[in-house]
């Protein structure tokens, strides 16, 4: 019983992290993608009699914070973060969330969004004017030529922040929150870089090789699984006499 059970425990969290990989690559093209990483930890069975048996457990999965690669677009919506930091957005729920994707799309009404997510500037969304030309300052200034010309105004600033990613989680919604709940600080030390985007920063190869080795060892686990019940059996049959 003692292997069957170990073997079970160690199949159920490899099938997690199947699971995990199988999603990093998926999203291997989504832009600013953070790479998830699975977490298990091992237990001590509590009881008399099982102090020397342990099985795995699952913790909260991880996050790859590296940066990933910048992409030239062309397009002035697009904007991509120099080195650390993350453009503040409006998650479903209403809280402030964090993300490093900047394909900001503008609705009808001139609402700016990030993945169907409100793009935050100065304490509220970030609201466009019509625009002749626009233009995304390296401080997250925005700045518009009106429609039919005249002087270039500011419109905004989209709030750019820096946490420590230590400080951070990852929702289930995709987006970086900070495991307080709190706001984090704007910061001016945050700088943008307009007509880029930034790419996935999961390694396909990486990926693909891991998920292989983490499916022989499942299959590893069914064949102890397996095992153990043929052990099972011939102890049945000794104990029975037959």
Excluded: C, W
Excluded at 5 to 20: F, V
Excluded at 115 to 124: A, H, I, K, M, R
Excluded at 153 to 175: C, F, H, N, R, S
């Amino acid at each position: 019983m003692e292997l069957l059970y170990t073997a079970l425990s160690g199949a159920k969290q490899t099938q997690t992290a199947m699971a995990i990989r199988a999603n990093n690559l998926a999203n291997v093209n989504t832009t600013g993608f953070r790479a998830d990483l699975e977490r298990t930890a091992a237990y001590q069975i509590e009881g008399y009699g099982f102090n020397t048996r342990y099985m795995s457990q699952s913790e909260q999965a991880g996050t790859n914070f590296a940066s990933g690669r910048l992409q030239q677009t062309g397009r002035t919506l697009d904007v991509a973060i120099q080195g650390d930091g993350y453009l503040a957005v409006q998650a479903p729920s209403g809280q402030e969330a964090y993300t490093r994707a900047g394909n900001i799309m503008v609705d009808g009404a001139g609402q700016a969004f990030i993945n169907g997510n409100p793009v935050l500037s100065d304490g509220g969304q970030l609201i466009l004017p019509e625009y002749q030309q626009i233009t995304i300052g390296k401080d997250g200034t925005v700045s518009v030529i009106p429609q039919g010309g005249g002087a270039q105004i500011e419109v905004g600033q989209i709030t750019l922040v820096k946490p420590e990613d230590a400080a951070m989680t990852k929702g289930l919604d995709g987006l970086l929150y900070l495991k307080s709940g709190a706001q984090a600080p704007v910061s001016d030390e945050v700088e943008l870089v307009s007509g880029f985007l930034e790419s996935s920063n999961v390694n396909a190869v990486t990926e693909l090789v891991s998920s292989m080795a983490v499916n022989r060892q499942f299959e590893l686990q069914i064949k102890m699984m397996k095992t153990a019940d043929t052990l099972a059996q011939s102890g049945n049959k000794l104990i029975s006499g037959s």
